[in-house]
T-cell receptor
Framework: AAGVIQSPRHLIKEKRETATLKCYPI?????VYWYQQGPGQDPQFLIS???????DKGSIPDRFSAQQFSDYHSELNMSSLELGDSALYFC?????????????FGPGTRLTVL | SQQGEEDPQALSIQEGENATMNCSYK?????LQWYRQNSGRGLVHLIL?????REKHSGRLRVTLDTSKKSSSLLITASRAADTASYFC???????????FGKGITLSVRP
């Protein structure tokens, strides 16, 4: 079965650089969520999209922005990177926003900021 | 504030034994989900239990939910070395279904 695809899997950037993370949800899933997991931490919700509109926002820095495109894939844009942005970034998708829906996670993008 | 908090933080058992992990949360929820993560890799969805359900089974997994105590437990029966991983509970408390994760439990299953 198709899973959530994230690219790149690993990314190394310098401080103050920009990064773009991509997420391709499971086919026919119209809802995408982004989470950030710092070293030894639990995943923290960043932002979500439903039918290409932002549906919720968590603890996402102003330096980050995201969008969902017409084909439902999503991109997380990160600017002015800081050392503290080093983390594992997960994308998850679900078929709608109902409370009965499971969220299926991608393998994550490991971002290292030097 | 932490929504889901797991207990214990670390658990070490022998292969074949049962492992029980507990999770507590603070607010009303729509559902609670358990995930497994192997050594900093992806999150694998294990099971979802809705707020109107009390118990759910999936293979060697048994999940209970007590909404009056705002707690859940995950039981893995007949554990295997391959069950070694971190386990997270995550709650869905809002209309937009974002998940709030707890700190995670590190389970080590000794062969």
């Amino acid at each position: 079965a198709a899973g959530v695809i994230q690219s790149p899997r690993h990314l190394i950037k310098e401080k103050r650089e920009t990064a773009t993370l991509k997420c391709y949800p499971i086919p026919r899933h119209d809802t995408v969520y982004w989470y950030q997991q710092g070293p030894g931490q639990d995943p923290q919700f960043l932002i979500s999209f439903y039918e290409k509109m932002q549906s919720d926002k968590g603890s996402i820095p102003d330096r980050f922005s995201a969008q969902q495109f017409s084909d439902y894939h999503s991109e997380l844009n990160m600017s002015s990177l800081e050392l503290g942005d080093s983390a594992l970034y997960f994308c998850a998708s679900s078929p709608g926003q109902g409370y009965w829906n499971e969220q299926f996670f991608g393998p994550g993008t490991r971002l290292t900021v030097l | 504030s932490q929504q889901g908090e797991e207990d214990p933080q670390a658990l070490s058992i022998q292969e074949g034994e049962n492992a029980t992990m507990n999770c507590s949360y603070k607010t009303s929820i729509n559902n609670l989900q358990w995930y497994r993560q192997n050594s900093g890799r992806g999150l694998v969805h294990l099971i979802l239990i809705r707020s109107n359900e009390r118990e759910k089974h999936s293979g060697r997994l048994r999940v209970t939910l007590d909404t009056s105590k705002k707690s859940s437990s995950l039981l893995i029966t007949a554990s295997r070395a391959a069950d070694t991983a971190s386990y997270f509970c995550a709650t869905d408390a809002g209309a937009n279904s974002k998940l709030t994760f707890g700190k995670g439990i590190t389970l080590s299953v000794r062969p």
